[in-house]
């Protein structure tokens, strides 16, 4: 199994998204890229953390590619938005990949510099510190409230 991580806007939509990936074996929403410790989610919301709402995936790399795993990134928000996916305004809702590995981050930046627009892309691409789970009510929200399935 491998994992990877990725920020693109608010956390409920791209689990959801990602969830319905084969290969895809788990799906954590939570925060990284930021300084605070432990954060929770009113933290993050009120900016003082410089965490991003991410997605963390642990996935079967023979059934799914990394690559893969980008084209979902790229497709399913807007990597051309800084510090905002539709009506979700703040540096919590940006686009960011962290990266797990040297590889990823080689990938993920040729990825970027193969799509259209590239110039335009405000997507942070960078090596991933720590992950910080959201709180329980934040997992597989959209699935609790009966919006995916």
């Keep these: 199994m491998a994992k990877a991580n990725f920020a693109m806007g608010c956390f409920w939509k791209p689990e959801a998204t990602f969830r319905q990936v084969r290969g895809i074996i788990d799906t954590t929403v ?18 003082d953390t410089s965490h991003a709402e991410a ?5 079967d790399p023979e059934q799914v590619s990394y ?4 084209k979902v990134f790229w497709s399913n928000h807007n990597p051309r938005s800084e510090n ?5 305004v703040g540096s919590q809702y940006r686009s ?3 990266c797990m590995t040297d590889e990823q981050l080689r990938l993920a930046t ?15 691409i960078e090596p991933s510190g720590p992950f ?5 009510y934040h997992q597989r929200y959209l699935e609790k409230q009966g919006r995916v399935g």
């Design 30 to 47: 939570g925060y990284c890229g930021g300084h605070t410790e432990n954060p929770t989610y009113r933290q993050v919301c009120a900016g």
């Design 55 to 59: 997605v963390l995936l642990e996935y």
């Design 67 to 70: 690559e893969g795993l980008l």
């Design 84 to 88: 905002q996916q539709g009506p979700d």
């Design 96 to 98: 960011a990949i962290f």
């Design 110 to 124: 040729e990825s970027r510099d193969a799509q259209p627009e590239a110039d335009k892309i405000v997507t942070q």
């Design 132 to 136: 910080y789970p959201a709180e329980e």
